[in-house]
């Protein structure tokens, strides 16, 4: 089974796992278990990054040179992924694994980002089998513009203190109870893409509790700065 987590904007800095101020105590177990990567490259934007990380090319290769919502008529910059490209998902579905995407698909143009499609730059489109999640650069945590595959749904209606990120948790949680309760031998793809740590910043009540009574940042940015920076030569 393979678990393929991106979040946005989060810095390589942030995290305890790599010397940051945030603790991210699963983060660090599964580092200390396993491998560490700490030079890499980024497009430093979101379409091109997800592009890149789901077909394993260079973003201007599969025309997202620039985020799909300011898409041009140049070459590598259509914002439109191409077929002769195919996405991890497509290949391991081929061989035998259930695929599916939860959270954020910032790869469809502005004009198919509805439920009438077209659905070809949709996770669906792309060697998906199930979504659950939003299309787009961002969306409201508490009442987000949600589809499960291409159907809108409204899950938080009726529910005061409903939120993306624990709804998306719940929902990954199920999928692989089912998958795995159906059929026990086929291995699972799942790529998670909370778009909580992009703006709008929704977090609930509890986080917002819990981190400000740690006082991380107190000290002021240029201690914190300091800190990180020796924490990660370490």
């Known amino acids: ?85 195919a996405t991890v998902a497509e290949v391991l579905k081929q061989n035998g694994y259930n695929t599916a995407m939860f959270g954020k698909h910032h790869n469809v143009q502005v004009g198919a980002t509805s439920a009438a499609g077209p659905f070809d730059q949709w996770p669906s489109g792309m060697g998906f089998e199930y979504f659950y999640g939003f299309v787009g650069g961002d969306a409201n945590q508490w009442q987000p513009n949600l589809f499960r595959n291409t159907t809108q749904i409204y899950p938080f209606e009726g529910k005061p203190g409903w939120n993306l990120v624990t709804g998306m948790a719940d929902d990954a949680i199920d999928y692989m109870t089912r998958m795995h309760q159906i059929q026990p031998g086929k291995p699972v793809f799942i790529k998670y893409a909370p778009g909580a740590t992009h703006a709008p910043h929704h977090p609930t009540r509890e986080w917002v509790d819990k981190i400000s009574k740690m006082k991380l940042f107190d000290e002021g940015w240029n201690k914190v700065r300091e800190r990180i920076f020796e924490n990660q030569k370490r």
């Open 1 to 85: 089974n393979v678990l393929l987590v991106m979040t946005d904007d989060v810095g390589f800095a942030a995290s305890s796992t790599f010397g940051g101020p945030i603790p991210t105590p699963n983060l660090d177990r599964l580092a200390a278990n396993g491998l560490r990567y700490n030079r890499f490259h980024t497009t430093a934007m979101c379409s091109p990054t997800r592009a890149a990380l789901l077909t394993g090319r260079n973003h201007h290769a599969v025309g997202s040179g620039i985020v799909t919502d300011l898409a041009a008529g140049y070459p590598g910059y259509s914002g439109v992924l191409p077929k002769s490209a």
